[in-house]
């Protein structure tokens, strides 16, 4: 469960490849398993992950927060200062800053040119609304194949997505 993915295809709105999304799935339904033993680990222990969105309360915010947090790493809130306006020195400075204080940061309700600007300057995984409905890695809920309530097999995919990029 270990494996970094290098497609970004989890990171953004890309389609993503067949092979990637048996890797999610075979992890998540790992997870699934784990969590109904009671045996869910900290596997993201010691892990930062920023949240930029205006309201942290939002569902996608709160899934995504959760995913994070059921794996042992902490959740920050950041509001984003950025917009489509913003310099590319701005966009730059912010990006490397968020790099050296995070493992990755989930941006939601923000522009996809600009989140893929702080993908590229960051160093570390950003990702694209990860935790949305729209999000394709959304699909693979459907996927996961068991009775599970649907809010547990968004998180169980979720969690299969942080771990792959960051673990």
């Known amino acids: 469960m270990h494996t970094t993915l290098s497609h970004h295809g989890l990171l953004a709105f890309d389609p993503i490849a067949p092979r990637d ?17 009671g045996g869910a680990q900290a596997l993201l222990r010691g892990r930062k992950f920023g949240l930029m969105c205006e309201v942290d309360s939002a569902s996608d915010a709160a899934l995504f927060r959760r995913a994070a947090v059921e794996l042992g790493a902490h959740v920050a809130h950041i509001r984003p200062s950025l917009t489509e306006l913003s310099t590319p020195l701005e966009v730059q400075h912010t990006a490397r800053m968020l790099g050296r204080l995070y493992d990755a940061v989930e941006c939601q309700g923000m522009a996809a040119d600009l989140v893929h600007q702080l993908g590229i300057d960051a160093g570390v995984p950003v990702y694209d609304a990860v935790a949305s409905q729209r999000h394709p890695t959304a699909k693979l809920d459907g996927m996961l194949g068991s009775d599970s309530p649907a809010p547990d097999k968004r998180r169980f995919v979720l969690q299969a997505v942080l771990l792959s990029t960051v673990a």
């Open 21 to 37: 999304v048996a890797f999610v799935l075979d992890n998540a339904r790992a997870l699934q398993i784990a969590a109904q033993a």
